[in-house]
């Protein structure tokens, strides 16, 4: 069975400050992670996958299969950053089937 | 086009109406997919069609009836509907399953209520 988790429902940072949003996972093989951010009344949409190691908007994850986990990270936080953000996992043997975790709400204060 | 879209936005049914959702896109992919999200949740899915047949239900109700008409279309028949079936309805598109950009797009979403 997969499984994602992230163990913060909400997360509260300020403007400038560095951020973190957890995700750990339990799979058995080599599985792919992703992170969506889902904004304000907006579409939810693809933010990060580990195969493709690139930093967007400033975020950065890095696969720790040792650690099973996944984090998102981000120097600097940005106001604009603000948002609702879903870890995800898709298995080799699951096909398409992308397993979300529960989602941690980021709000960066002014 | 890279966009996943859906109509209508908003809907109001009653529990013996017969309605639908539709999904559109013209990126090529030959995945398409349906998931439900309740607020502050993450999406359920409900359906996958790869190359337009349906190869995933993850045991939705009856009540829900999925079309894929061709490679760009995807529609989601509603029918007796229940008030707990009321959230955000999701559609995604991806390329095929094995290929190596596999990453899922999503739509906007169709606020679905049920009175």
């Known amino acids: 069975a997969q499984r994602v988790t992230q163990p913060e429902k909400l997360l509260s940072v300020f403007k400038g400050a560095p951020v973190e949003l957890k995700c750990n996972y339990s799979?058995?093989?080599?599985?792919?992670l992703f992170w969506y951010v889902q904004y304000s009344r907006q579409r939810l949409q693809l933010l990060l996958r580990h195969i493709s190691r690139e930093s967007i908007k400033g975020f950065t994850a890095d696969l720790n299969k040792g650690e099973t986990s996944f984090h998102l990270k981000k120097p600097f936080a940005q106001e604009e950053d603000s948002a609702m953000y879903y870890c995800a996992l898709r298995g080799g043997t699951s096909g398409s089937r992308l397993t979300f975790g529960e989602g941690t709400q980021l709000t960066v204060n002014p | 086009d890279t966009e996943v879209t859906q109509t209508p936005k908003h809907l109001v049914m009653g529990m013996t109406n017969k309605k639908s959702l539709k999904c559109e896109q013209h990126m090529g992919h030959r995945a398409m997919y349906w998931y439900k999200q309740k607020a502050k949740k993450p999406p359920e899915l409900m359906f996958v069609y790869s190359y337009e047949k349906l190869s995933i239900n993850e045991s939705v109700p009856s009540r829900f009836s999925p079309e894929c008409p061709n490679s760009s279309l995807l529609n989601l028949h509603l029918h007796a509907l229940q008030p707990e079936d009321s959230a955000l309805y999701l559609c995604a598109s991806s390329q095929p399953i094995l290929a190596k950009e596999n990453e899922q797009y999503f739509g906007p979403g169709t606020r679905l209520t049920v009175t």
């Open positions: 799979y058995s093989g080599s599985p792919e």
